[in-house]
């Protein structure tokens, strides 16, 4: 399990308003697949408390995306994005 350095982490400005930290919600996503986190954000988002954390984790199996409500911790999303090619 790692994290890749990103840019920026988007939706900082929201950040005031979660419950749930973001290196919390990085391990719950980091839970549900362990790999290499390559994108993060926080962004208002329907469902939930609508504020979530969304994580691109890249695995052996391919690219998922995890939600995290920014307020309990509950898995939102929890899609696969695409596969991994060599």
Known sequence: MSTVPTKAFKGRE???RARI???E???IALKMH???VTDEELEAERGGS???YSFDIKEARGTFEVGVDA???KVLE???EGLVHD
Do not use: D, E, F, I
């Open 14 to 16: 929201l950040a005031k």
């Open 21 to 23: 930290s973001l290196p």
């Open 25 to 27: 919600a990085r391990a």
């Open 34 to 36: 362990p790999g290499t």
């Open 50 to 52: 609508g504020l979530r």
């Open 71 to 73: 307020a309990t911790g």
């Open 78 to 80: 929890n899609k696969l």
